[in-house]
């Protein structure tokens, strides 16, 4: 069988000259040596000798050779063989005396558990896998019998660290149809491996010496539940993720930091929709709210949908009500980029139907009042857009401007500040891409992870060739 990759071998090492394999038995010098080719020795089981003079003068040993291919310290390889699933590794850790698997400490030897194999990175098509009998430890830390520590995987993981890691690499940079189908694995594996990088892989001092936070709401699973989400703004990633929206999720953020670090968030951005607001003014003495511009601008999009949706409703089997169709878009969308047929969707609507086209213009209004840089300017356009939303017999405009009128302070203390705009923004559509990407996780942990991978500052190393240099 191993006379089988025999071949391979010699193409991995990247010998140019032709191969000349021998399969003898003996052990002694061959003819092929002297040719600058390959000589091979079988010894009695499936141990074989190469020379590669490109390489070395000395003979390296399938197994030395396989060793350094893996890339993984304190690993020493046993035996290899060609089944059906691939390549088989028998493998051992450098170290004698045996580790648990969990803390880490030396602890007596108890048994042995039945073999197992972890998946590596593959080659090419193939699969290959390590496989190893794990010893069983009495670790009194632990208090139990726990199976042994491996150089190559984490505790309770059947794959490998470098294999974990391109799946972690590859998560972050692509679509989940790409990672299954280059790694060979099911979406729930990649979720489950990608909760295990985070988990070594996240900086534990993240949430020191936070100053100017952001806290938002995340809507999965068609708005039926809800992730809380906090971001640094200045190192520009989310540092907290938990289940729910309410004021009790973010008080469990703020008894996470503890009263010193909370005492130094100088800002705290939130969505004026949540019920933060009271956690933060029981828990954050210093902070100064800060509504920022995005949330007031989704109130005011939502607003204007609702007043569609009503139209569609009021007009349904007229042609008034047929040309409101695929007028979504138009009307959310800036201004500025809109499509030929959008601009004409939007005529439609100023000819047709008045109200709507008055929610279009207090939504667009509202936009240019933010724009103002100086406060003084911003406080008077947004007064008087207050007062043209609450006359506008527009229920869910006058409901907004409510809202609003009540939060003035946190949203003229964005114009103040005008910090945060493009960074939060630009943020929300991420972790929106990211929750899609996500779906079909099963529970929030998955999706926690998939946020903390691609917005937590993570940075991966997967065992990838650098590119030459030039
Ligand atoms: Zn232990």
Known sequence: MTVDFFPRIALWTGAKRSIRGKRSTGVGRSGNEAAGGWRAHGFADELWVLNVHRFSEVPVRVTTLFRRLLGVSDLLVEKVQLSEDGLVLRVRPRWRRPRCGECGRRAPLEDRARPRRWRHLGLGAIRLWLEYQPRRVLCRRCGGIRVERVPWAVHQSRFTEPFEELVGYLAQVTDKTKVTKLMGISWATVGRIVERVVARRLDPARLDD???????????????????????????????????????????????????????????????????????????????????????????????????????????????????????????????????????????????????????????????????????????????????????????????????????HGILAYIDDRMTNGIVEGFNNRLRMIARRAFGFHGSQPLIAMLFLCCGGIELDPPLPRPPQT
């Open 210 to 408: 936070l100053k100017r936070i952001g806290i938002d709401e995340f809507s999965y699973r068609r708005r039926h539940r809800y992730l809380t989400t906090v971001v640094d703004h200045e190192r520009r990633r989310i540092v907290w993720a938990a289940k729910g929206h309410s004021a009790a999720t973010l008080k469990a953020f703020f008894e996470e930091l503890g009263p010193e670090r909370c005492a130094k968030i100088e800002v705290a951005t939130i969505d004026m929709a949540g019920g933060y607001i009271s956690a933060i003014e029981q828990c954050l003495p210093r902070a100064r709210v800060v509504f920022d511009r995005f949330h007031v601008q989704r109130l005011v999009g939502d607003a204007l949908d609702k007043v569609r949706r009503e139209q569609l409703v009021e007009l349904r089997g007229t042609p008034e009500g047929k040309e409101l169709f695929r007028t979504r878009f138009a009307l959310l969308k800036n201004p500025w980029n809109l499509t030929r047929y959008e601009h004409k969707k939007l005529s439609q609507v100023q000819r047709t139907n008045a109200p709507l086209y008055r929610a279009y213009l207090l939504k667009e209004t509202l936009a240019q009042a933010l724009d103002y840089r100086q406060p003084k300017r911003a406080k008077q356009a947004l007064k008087e857009w207050l007062s043209w939303a609450s006359r506008s017999k527009l229920k869910p405009f006058v409901k907004a401007a409510r809202t609003i009128r009540k939060h003035m």
